[in-house]
């Protein structure tokens, strides 16, 4: 029989201050449920829409650095609707959602920045590039064992470790 152990090499709390500087880790900046429900809002009053649409409205406006999930939206447009603040109805087998007028007087009652805007501020374009730039390498990464012969994955090993020295090298230097 085997026993198979997972050895912990960081705390979750020292894998969540190691990602920190770099947005979340995985995601952006993470939105607070009320900024959810707001940018949704704030959504609805300019136009109609699904949820896959507010999801990409939101990745637009903020250039990728706020991208909510379906289980944060869907859950959101449900709880909006149950209060009345936002209607749903089937159009060409899409759920699409408009303000209420409760919804509209909510929406006109806050002040401030749009939620996006927000979400986003101070956010570090170069930060969200360097996680794009490291997204796509892993995904070519992954190739490698699909679809590479001994020959390329030594190759690519190589590149790997040539391109970890230049890291280091770029981060020793001085200004």
């Not at 705390?11 to 900046?29: A, I």
């Not at 706020?66 to 869907?74: F, K, L, R």
């Not at 986003?120 to 990464?141: F, I, T």
Request: glycine share 8%; charged share 35%.
């Amino acid at each position: 029989m085997h026993r198979y152990h997972y050895r912990h090499t960081r705390s979750p709390r020292e894998s969540f201050e190691r990602c920190r500087h770099l947005g979340r880790g995985r995601g952006g900046p993470r939105a607070r449920r009320g900024d959810i429900r707001a940018a949704v809002l704030a959504l609805l009053e300019e136009r109609p829409m699904h949820g896959y649409e507010m999801i990409k409205e939101l990745e637009e406006r903020t250039s990728g650095v706020w991208v909510p999930s379906a289980g944060s939206i869907y859950p959101t447009l449900q709880l909006l609707e149950d209060e009345g603040l936002i209607a749903g109805e089937e159009l060409e087998g899409k759920r699409r959602f408009t303000l209420t007028d409760a919804g509209r007087e909510q929406v006109t009652a806050r002040s401030g920045d749009a939620p996006w805007e927000e979400v986003a501020a101070g956010y570090d374009p170069e930060m969200l590039n360097l996680r794009r730039s490291v997204h796509k390498l892993h995904h070519a990464y992954a190739q490698v064992f699909h679809a590479a012969d001994p020959a390329q994955r030594k190759r690519v090993r190589e590149l790997l470790d040539e391109t970890r020295r230049k890291i280091y090298a770029i981060l020793a230097e001085v200004d």
